[in-house]
């Protein structure tokens, strides 16, 4: 397969994945959203294992990596799903956190154009040492913002299903037709080496047949 075809596309198309899934998966560590983490750690390792897979021209590798595209646009969705409050899920949750902690996206304080205020709450008791923090002047909504990653995620995932389909059949095509010209037939070998042995039999019967022995004769 040549340099511009299904292969090397699917190579960029992991490349590409494996560096949106570092990036992402950088956001993800800095807001503690454990449940991203996990996905995304098992998403860089199988996104590997296709990138791995289609240089060296293994199908079966290709063949996870495309099992895995359709389970990450489903997390994907879910993910939209959460931040639009679709069927009852609610941003403001700790399901993504494990109810470990009630930490949101990073985004929610660090988007652009957002501003972080902290405001003392000395004046409710029992909340002295705490401080409420409020941010105003995003340009744009944090919720937003992780949507349109996964949306991303999505694109390249579907992208990278079709390729990894097209990519497996013709590895596939290729391997039936090196076997069907004898790549991997033993048979040649044996026919090779069963040559000097006919001759030898062929020799042999003329030798004792009885048209051998009136030639013999005739020499005599």
């Known amino acids: 397969m040549g340099c511009c075809t299904g292969r090397c596309t699917l190579i960029f198309l992991c490349t590409l994945q494996l560096l949106a899934a570092l990036e992402r998966q950088v956001f993800d560590f800095l807001g503690y959203q454990w449940a991203p983490i996990l996905a995304n750690f098992l998403h860089i390792i199988i996104v590997i294992l296709g990138l791995f897979g289609t240089i060296q021209y293994r199908p079966r590798y290709i063949v996870v990596y495309a099992i895995w595209t359709a389970i990450w646009v489903t997390w994907n969705i879910f993910i939209i799903c959460f931040y639009l409050e679709v069927g009852g899920l609610s941003k403001d949750s700790e399901l993504l956190t494990f109810n470990i902690s009630r930490h949101q996206s990073w985004w929610s304080e660090n988007g652009p154009g957002c501003v972080r205020k902290e405001a003392s709450m000395s004046g409710i008791a029992g909340l002295d040492s705490h401080s409420y923090v409020s941010v105003i002047g995003c340009a744009l909504e944090y919720r937003y913002i992780e949507v349109m990653h ?44 069963e040559k000097p042995t006919n001759l030898l039999f062929k020799q042999t019967y003329l030798l004792i047949s009885p048209a051998g022995f009136s030639g013999m004769e005739g020499m005599n």
């Open 150 to 193: 996964s949306s991303f995620q999505i694109l390249i995932a579907l992208v990278g299903f079709v390729y990894a389909c097209y990519v497996v059949s013709v590895f596939t095509e290729e391997e039936d037709s090196f076997d069907f010209i004898g790549g991997f037939d033993p048979f040649p070998l044996y026919h090779v080496n």
